[in-house]
């Protein structure tokens, strides 16, 4: 078994992962509690870090281009599944499949990227052209998982719109997709009762910006705020030690939404900075790959699936010090979730794909 591609990347791959299990290990001690079976969460997640290695394994060594010859396909494909799934999941805002183990939306996050990659670098004649293949499969896309996955929404319009911003200069694109985002939030705002979890998603947001409004906010919902920002300053400087967490007892979803507080609880302020770090080293190493890649849609595709990851795990940090409103974003590579640890994997497996092609050019210094 030969792995291709940038080495350092797949070194951190590999921290991340066996510090996940550390973490994991710890803040589950809640489910285990609860169901008595000792070590089943974490023997669940350690399988599911080795599917997420096995498929960033898989698809890096499949040629990129590739990715760009069937992204419409795919994108279609995609599409029809997501539709099949809003007229299922009508009136319950279900969003998983295999007993809560796929979720949809995640997945459709990487078919995104790599479709928008593609058009973006072969360019547009047209407006009513860039409207078609790029604002359209976004906004339908986005208007499939909203029912049951609002944050997703705001994850895919953001990461799109960073695509759009780096994959083209033309002036009234930008324009149109920036009116387009804001109609959308408009009629969002207008018609949230309308949607599943339109009212969840706004009473988070109320729920955080009440106190700067000097407003009574939702007493659950802000329990929990208050209970990770407890765990968090707990843990001073150094933390309480690996597996002394006091917090991870009450806090709900420590394994998974509100894994960072744990983490800074036990760790301490300098665990936080090391685990930022972390991320911050391995976007640097994507940014290499990109600076070295000689076509466009190698470097949009790089720089949107870890734009996809990186945004993520800093949304999921700002949720836990209480800077942002709950998302139910997951830490990216540390916390558990089947889908989040598969669609990192791939996303990495892709990364290394690009990596792997830019090497065999004759790049140096990857």
């Not at 809640?30 to 350690?46: A, N, P, S, V």
């Not at 759009?164 to 033309?170: F, Q, Y």
Request: proline fraction near 3%.
């Amino acid at each position: 078994m030969k792995f291709k591609g940038d080495k350092t990347i797949w070194i951190f791959l590999a921290v991340f992962a066996a510090i996940s299990i550390l973490f994991v290990f710890s803040s589950t001690y809640r489910q285990t509690m609860r169901t008595g079976i000792l070590h089943k969460e974490i023997m669940k997640h350690i399988l599911t870090l080795f599917v997420g290695f096995a498929a960033a394994y898989i698809f890096h060594r499949v040629p990129f281009r590739i990715y760009k010859r069937f992204a419409p396909i795919v994108l279609l494909l995609t599409i029809a599944f997501l539709f099949v799934m809003f007229i299922i999941s009508l009136g319950s805002s279900n969003r998983w499949l295999l007993d809560g183990s796929i979720q949809p939306s995640e997945l459709a996050k990487i078919v995104m990227i790599v479709y928008l990659a593609k058009v973006l670098s072969e360019g547009f004649k047209s407006t009513a052209e860039f409207v078609i293949k790029v604002l359209a499969p976004v906004g339908i896309i986005c208007m499939l998982i909203l029912n049951g996955h609002t944050s997703a929404v705001v994850m895919i319009g953001i990461t799109s719109l960073c695509l759009i911003l780096m994959g083209t200069s033309n002036r009234k694109y930008i324009t149109i997709t920036l009116l387009s985002i804001m109609l959308a939030g408009t009629l969002y705002l207008t018609f949230d009762e309308y949607l599943g979890r339109g009212e969840t998603a706004k009473n988070r947001v109320m729920t955080w910006i009440s106190p700067i409004l000097g407003l009574k906010g939702d007493v659950k919902e802000d329990a929990q705020a208050k209970t990770a920002k407890r765990a968090m300053v707990s843990g001073g400087v150094i933390g309480q030690g690996p597996g002394r967490s006091v917090y991870r007892k009450t806090l709900a979803e420590a394994h998974n939404d509100y894994i960072y507080a744990i983490i800074v609880e036990e760790y301490g302020t300098v665990g936080g900075i090391a685990v930022i770090i972390l991320y911050i080293v391995i976007f640097y190493r994507v940014i290499v790959i990109i600076r070295n890649c000689d076509k466009p849609f190698p470097a949009l595709l790089s720089m949107g699936l870890i734009l996809m990851i990186i945004l993520q795990a800093f949304v999921h940090i700002g949720v836990s010090v209480g800077g942002l409103p709950a998302t139910g974003q997951n830490l990216p590579m540390l916390s558990t979730g089947g889908s989040s640890i598969l669609t990192t994997g791939i996303a990495f497996g892709i990364i290394l794909s690009v990596s792997n092609y830019v090497e065999k050019q004759g790049k140096k210094e990857l």
